[in-house]
């Protein structure tokens, strides 16, 4: 998950009561490393969260493009298109719904255009050119706040799932470790010349965890 997890992580050192077991003295210290990072990225849930995570980014990206190329929309339209478009799951009504708009919207533009060039304008076509007008100004302080609203609303779902898969991923790492004896677990920026990488062994145990 390269957009999402790259931490900046130091180190993970995994304490699993080997210690107070044994004794430190008695004990030999069996340490291990592990690429939390791997870990995170290449899992299951790791791939299904950067599927979504490029899932909402294209939907969101999909909405301003449009009232950029068309900004003859009303408020109530843009309204209505921003939440059918970033709908995870929408039903075939609202996808119906969601072209319907998409059509008015498209010939609305079609219209300003043809208005545009057109010679000899009536009183009802000046009107519908102001009123145009009036929409794209609207359309244009509404993708500035639309913007701001879906890169926060992007940044704290990655930030959620940060937390979740890193959770799982210890989670996964210490099961490892606590079964296969490891003492301490270092990730491996930290000591990435040593042995017993369990990293492998990590990532099917948190792909076993559903």
């Not at 699993?16 to 690429?35: E, M, T």
């Not at 939907?59 to 493009?65: I, M, N, Q, S, T």
């Not at 298109?81 to 059509?103: C, G, H, M, V, W």
């Amino acid at each position: 998950m390269t957009n999402m997890h790259k931490t900046g992580l130091a180190i993970v050192a995994l304490f699993f009561g080997v210690f107070a077991a044994v004794g430190f003295q008695d004990a030999a210290l069996k340490i291990g490393i592990v690429d939390i990072s791997k870990v995170v990225e290449e899992s299951d849930f790791g791939k299904a969260n950067q599927a979504t995570f490029n899932q909402m980014k294209t939907a969101r990206e999909g909405v301003l493009e449009f009232i950029d190329t068309y900004r003859v929309l009303t408020v109530e339209q843009g309204t209505r298109f921003r939440d059918l478009s970033i709908k995870p799951n929408p039903t075939a009504e609202e996808k119906a719904e969601l072209d319907r708009i998409k059509a008015d919207v498209q010939a609305a533009d079609k219209k300003n255009k043809e208005l545009s060039v057109k010679q000899n304008l009536t009183p009802e076509d000046r009107a519908l050119i102001e009123e145009y007008s009036k929409r794209a100004n609207n359309m244009e302080m509404t993708a500035g706040r639309w913007l701001r609203e879906f890169t926060n609303e992007l940044q704290q779902w990655a930030d959620r799932q940060k937390v979740i898969s890193l959770e799982r991923a210890r989670a996964a790492i210490q099961e490892v470790a606590k079964a296969q004896g490891f003492t301490i677990v270092f990730e491996v920026g930290i000591a990435p010349y040593g042995a017993n990488d369990l990293t492998e062994a990590a990532l099917k145990a948190m792909n076993a965890k559903k």
